[in-house]
């Protein structure tokens, strides 16, 4: 395990570029005085920004990059102008040259993942990467994943998922076996499609060591926290992603409505301003920030395109766990103990 964390960051990224990013590292730092960092990004534009936080200075080397990757480029598109000179690629590129350990970004997203598979590849066990997403429950926190890689996917591919999210609940929950569940519509063997069933009946007859698989859950579970890990595919995944998003969106105008209704209200809301802030704190998505893209032979995060140096911090903070705790390798083990019949 390295004793220096090295981040390459995407510096143009997301909504609002080095004006995040580069204090969203400083705020890591904070945390983490052994991260260095590897920036990328039109010198001109991001050198200002950088000497605005001197502590950064001499744990951070700026690259330029000529092409910055627009947030509703197509992902081909992304590819053709930014291959091997955008900082996007750059950033992916020196995890692949082993400069960086990992490497953190809050670009578009397909153009991300793209760039990710052309630059890294998957691990050899892996045919599609997934996103794997922090979601907050009643329990404290799961991972769910596929949040919106890939759409579609057979027996093999629910198992592969189920042990690269438990392998990631490893290291960032600190969690020996997590456990582990089968996003279906009912909790009874004999519901579901069939690719779900099978997936089910291999990770219970298989009992690998590094999960506890726990057999079917429902969409309520996921709030619920009912388990560690929640496994699905992308297109239910990423449906049950929004959809939570703007649940929490619309308690929050109704919570906003009811609170500057009457003075009375008004009135509670003072009264009460602690657990509010709390409850706000907890659905805030930039303390769960950093999606990460599972399946590549090397460590990308996506971080909210819109997100705040408080949220960019935060992806680095997870970032920094999967290089500094050895994810790759965690991965790669979980991956051996599969049954051959899951990779048929």
């Known amino acids: ?23 969203g590292a400083a705020l890591a730092l904070e945390r983490h005085p ?15 920004v950088l000497e605005r936080h001197p502590a950064l200075l001499p744990v951070t080397e700026l690259r330029h990059a000529d092409v910055s990757i627009r947030m509703d480029e197509k992902p081909s598109q992304a590819l053709r102008i930014g291959r091997n000179k955008s900082s996007m690629w750059l950033a992916i ?27 890294l590849k998957t691990l050899p066990e892996i045919d599609r990467p997934a996103i794997a997403a922090i979601w907050p429950t009643i329990r404290g926190e799961s991972v769910v994943l596929d949040v919106g890689a890939t759409i579609g996917a057979d027996a093999s591919h629910y198992v592969n998922l189920a042990v690269m999210g438990a392998a990631m609940a490893r290291i960032v929950f600190d969690i020996e076996k997590p456990t582990v569940g089968l996003l279906n519509v009912g909790r009874e063997e004999i519901k579901g499609i069939e690719a779900v069933k099978e997936a089910g009946r291999i990770l219970r007859e298989a009992n690998l060591a590094g999960l506890d698989y726990r057999g079917f859950v429902e969409g309520d579970d996921l709030g619920k926290g009912t388990v560690d890990v929640v496994v699905t595919e992308g297109f239910t995944g990423n449906i049950a992603l929004k959809t939570a998003e703007g649940t929490a969106k619309q308690i929050g105008e109704y919570l906003r409505a009811a609170m500057s209704r009457t003075w009375t209200a008004k009135l509670g809301y003072l009264l009460a301003k602690t657990a509010f802030d709390a409850l706000r704190a907890k659905m805030d998505p930039s303390r769960a920030n950093g999606g990460i893209f599972l399946g590549l032979d090397g460590l990308v995060i996506k971080s909210h395109g819109g997100a705040d140096a408080l949220g960019l911090a935060s992806a680095i903070d997870i970032a920094y766990d999967m290089a500094h705790y050895d994810f790759m390798r965690t991965i790669r083990d979980m991956l051996d103990q599969i049954p051959a019949e899951a990779s048929a």
Not at 34 to 48: K, M, N, S
Not at 94 to 114: F, K, P, Q
Request: glycine share 10%; hydrophobic share 50%; proline share 5%.
């Open 93 to 119: 590129q020196a995890v692949r040259d082993d400069e960086a350990d990992i490497c953190v970004s809050a670009g578009n997203t397909g153009a991300l993942m793209a760039m990710s598979m052309f630059c």
């Open 34 to 48: 052994d991260a260095r960092f590897l920036i990328y990004g039109d010198e001109a534009v991001v050198r200002p």
């Open 1 to 23: 395990m390295a004793q220096t964390v090295r981040i390459a960051l995407d510096a143009m990224g997301g909504d609002h570029g080095p004006e995040v990013v580069v204090p």
